[in-house]
Nanobody, 123 residues
Framework: QVQLVESGGGSVQAGGSLRLSCVAT???IGWQYHCMAWFRQVPGK??????????????YYKDSVKDRFTVTRDIAKNTILLQMNALIPDDTATYYC????????????????WGQGTQVTVS
């Protein structure tokens, strides 16, 4: 099983930027073929998919973050990144990294490996 560890969260003013990182450890054999995604959750609300990236580097985004967020992956480092620009208060949430094998990475309903989350606060 793959373990996912996020970092890079913090507090920022509206209009600022943050970059989240997620490192995969453990049984990473075949991980380069997995779908990877970022989710976020606000207390009292359902977790929502924000961005996903497939093995070929194709990325998918929630409409509200398009043109502001960019997801990338570094296969050699077992890492994915989420660059978040032009942050707004509605982006405040706990952000989670997730992965799963297979395709159709934009299907946020099927992710089954999760990190512990990192808090992002925009004021």
């Amino acid at each position: 099983q793959v373990q996912l560890v996020e970092s890079g969260g913090g507090s920022v003013q509206a209009g600022g930027s943050l970059r989240l990182s997620c490192v995969a450890t453990g049984n990473t054999i075949g991980w380069q073929y997995h779908c990877m995604a970022w989710f976020r959750q606000v207390p009292g609300k359902a977790r929502e998919g924000v961005a996903a990236i497939d093995a070929d580097g194709r990325s998918y985004y929630k409409d509200s973050v398009k043109d502001r967020f960019t997801v990338t992956r570094d296969i050699a480092k077992n890492t994915i990144l989420l660059q978040m620009n032009a942050l707004i208060p509605d982006d405040t949430a706990t952000y989670y990294c997730a992965s799963r094998p297979g395709s159709f990475c934009y299907n946020f309903a099927q992710y089954n490996d999760w990190g512990q989350g990192t808090q992002v606060t925009v004021s």
